[in-house]
């Protein structure tokens, strides 16, 4: 039995997001305009990431990793890293499972270094590990350097990449939030105005994406205070109206309609 087949089950009904046969390749294009992941031609890493739209989470990753190759690699890191963020209940697992994906990505990085989700999805591992560990540990432990250039690998060899535009953002204003303006500009290079650059960019290229609209509300608030609220607001009532395409972006979609009612 493999390590993932304890995860806990996706809550929501996966039919609503089965991509069967032909509708997989149909789909593609709305499904990957966040990470802007190419269209794999092995069947193997096909079933993969139908399994990971579909929110069977622990699958994708077993499939992922038995097709092999950049797209297969691609699909399990992806499983792993939302499942991990989104679903397990224990932090030190959670923790445990960012740090695999961290790795393999580093493997793929070497193998095949100009795949853009090998940095990205390392930079999204590495991220949501130094939120896990308090973003002011990871910086004196030098993790926000290593994010912050494997975004903008991925951003260099994909520009379009909404994903990676969404996480720079975040990577300027939480460093922001936690040193402040002065020494945040000073000491990691963190800019409000680039901030918020990435996150209009990442809106622009991806506009039904709710994660992009709860993300730029949390960045504006981290980086401007309560003086961008309103604004905030906005976003998180826009992204309780987007239409989710695939497990991951209901899991989004969910999360913005609790931090509502908060």
Not at 82 to 100: G, V
Not at 185 to 203: D, I, P
Not at 211 to 240: N, P
Request: aromatic share 8%; proline share 3%; hydrophobic share 45%.
């Amino acid at each position: 039995m493999s390590k993932s087949a304890a995860w806990k089950a996706f809550p929501h009904a996966a039919t609503d997001y089965s991509y069967a046969g032909t509708a997989l390749k149909k789909h593609w294009a709305r499904l990957h305009r966040g990470d802007a992941e190419p269209w794999p031609t092995d069947t193997k890493a096909q079933d993969a990431w139908r399994a990971y739209h579909a929110g069977d989470f622990a699958r994708a990753v077993e499939l992922g990793l038995k097709a092999g190759g950049a797209s297969g690699t691609n699909a399990a890191n992806k499983a792993a890293m939302i499942y991990a963020n989104a679903l397990e209940p224990d932090e030190a697992r959670k923790l445990a499972i960012l740090q695999e994906v961290a790795r393999r990505c580093e493997a793929l990085q070497a193998s095949a270094p100009g795949n853009a989700n090998a940095w990205y999805y390392h930079a999204y591992a590495l991220g949501r590990y130094s939120q896990g560990i308090s973003v002011a540990k990871a910086l004196a432990e030098g993790l926000g350097g290593k994010v912050r250039a494997s975004l903008e690998k991925a951003i260099e060899l994909q520009p379009k990449h909404a994903d990676a535009h969404i996480a720079l953002g975040t990577w300027h204003a939480e460093i922001i939030n936690k040193v402040g303006a002065m020494v945040g500009g000073l000491t990691y290079g963190a800019k409000k105005n680039a901030g918020e650059a990435h996150f209009k960019t990442a809106l622009e290229l991806n506009p039904d994406s709710p994660i992009a609209m709860t993300e730029y509300a949390d960045g504006m608030v981290m980086m401007f205070g309560r003086s961008r609220m309103k604004e905030a607001e906005q976003l998180y009532a826009q992204a309780v109206q987007c239409e989710p395409a695939d497990a991951m972006e209901r899991l989004d979609v969910e999360a913005a309609k609790a931090e509502l009612d908060d």
